[in-house]
Nanobody, 124 residues
Framework: QVQLVDSGGGLGQAGGSLRLSCAASGRTISRITSGWSRQAPGKEREFVAYISWSLGRTEHTDSVTGRFTIFRDSAKNTVYLQMNSLKPEDTAVYYC?????????????????WGQGTQVTVSS
């Protein structure tokens, strides 16, 4: 079992920055694939970024590439999503997720565990 607690959302301004955190327990993050997905009102949950368990390989969806960065702190067993150059279209509930597998995990249903979600609202 993996427990995830995500936090750090809030109100941001267009062009500004926010950092989301995901504290994991039950398994070390170096042995899981960690990811972030988001869901805007009336839309399906979409993949945002992931970091692989062994080599720390990262992948970001095209709409956030160059603006968002996923990274981890193994000592704190925490994964982060640094969000820069925010846009109003980034407004969504952001969910931390974990998968007990490796591979290219860009599809949210591939993840096994989820955090409770944290709201990000970007004003123009």
């Amino acid at each position: 079992q993996v427990q995830l607690v995500d936090s750090g959302g809030g109100l941001g301004q267009a062009g500004g920055s926010l950092r989301l955190s995901c504290a994991a327990s039950g398994r070390t993050i170096s042995r899981i694939t960690s990811g972030w997905s988001r869901q805007a009102p009336g839309k399906e949950r979409e993949f945002v970024a992931y970091i692989s368990w062994s080599l720390g390989r990262t992948e970001h969806t095209d709409s956030v590439t160059g603006r968002f960065t996923i990274f981890r702190d193994s000592a704190k067993n925490t994964v982060y999503l640094q969000m820069n150059s925010l846009k109003p279209e980034d407004t969504a509930v952001y969910y931390c997720a974990a998968a007990i597998r490796s591979g290219i995990l860009t599809n949210p249903p591939l993840y096994d565990y989820w955090g409770q979600g944290t709201q990000v609202t970007v004003s123009s």
